[in-house]
């Protein structure tokens, strides 16, 4: 493992997901998207699923806090990470498709399962 992920790069990407925050023009697919990709990148983070949900919502802009909210019918945060999962994913899909007219969301999700399956062969 040292040899393909060293302390040095699993610090930097453990330290980059710890400090995730959405970017000012970034819409809410593109920054669920970056965040996946910022997990998969550090297979080893050790971050529990309520830490990584709680790392996600804290670092949202507060429209987009609010956007999600209003989805849950409370606050994120009071729901198990299944179900905040569940409508997260649901949201960045329906943004997906309004973003980019449905276009292109099977091949991103073929891309997605092989690069999952690559970092599990790695690990």
Not at 32 to 60: A, V
Not at 85 to 112: C, F, P, V
Request: aromatic content about 8%; hydrophobic content about 40%.
């Amino acid at each position: 493992m040292q040899r393909f992920f060293p302390i040095s790069r699993y610090i930097k990407a453990k330290s980059e997901i710890s400090i995730f925050r959405q970017g000012a023009n970034e819409v809410f697919c593109e920054t669920w998207e970056i965040f996946k990709m910022m997990l998969r990148k550090c297979p080893n983070h050790r971050f529990e699923d309520i830490t990584q949900l709680s790392i996600f919502l804290t670092g949202l802009r507060s429209d987009t806090k609010m956007l999600l909210d209003a989805a849950a019918g409370n606050t994120m945060i009071a729901l198990d990470v299944g179900q905040a999962t569940r409508i997260i994913d649901a949201l960045a899909s329906t943004d997906y498709q309004a973003q980019h007219g449905g276009q292109g969301l099977q091949n991103k999700r073929l891309l997605e399962d092989a690069l999952l399956a690559k970092n599990k062969i790695l690990t």
